[in-house]
């Protein structure tokens, strides 16, 4: 604090010193990333029904969501669909997994 001159430790301004930006360029980049672009508003992950017909995007959200989220909701509703698509006797074997698993 010694080194700093009076009027500064006060918060006077002094001339001939450019003000400080209160924003960083870390805030603007977050701003930047708020904004939607239309890549992202056309995204194949718009649909959970879009991502189910390509495997490989449905490889991609799972992995995404393993990361980042609990998977827990999405696998089960995958898990659902999946018993939706099974003949009754097959359902009822694999709704005991679904069962225990959810």
Do not use: W
């Amino acid at each position: 604090m010694e080194d700093v001159a009076p009027q500064a430790a006060i918060g006077l301004r002094r001339p001939g010193l450019v003000p400080v930006s209160i924003i960083g360029a870390e805030d603007e980049d977050f701003e930047n990333e708020l904004e939607t672009h239309s890549e992202e508003r056309n995204s194949q992950f718009q649909s959970l029904e879009q991502v189910k017909q390509r495997p490989a995007h449905l490889m991609a959200l799972l992995h995404h969501v393993a990361l980042q989220f609990e998977p827990g909701p999405l696998l089960c509703c995958l898990h659902a669909d999946m018993l939706c698509s099974l003949g009754p006797k097959e359902a009822k074997k694999a709704f005991v997994d679904f069962y225990h698993s959810f």
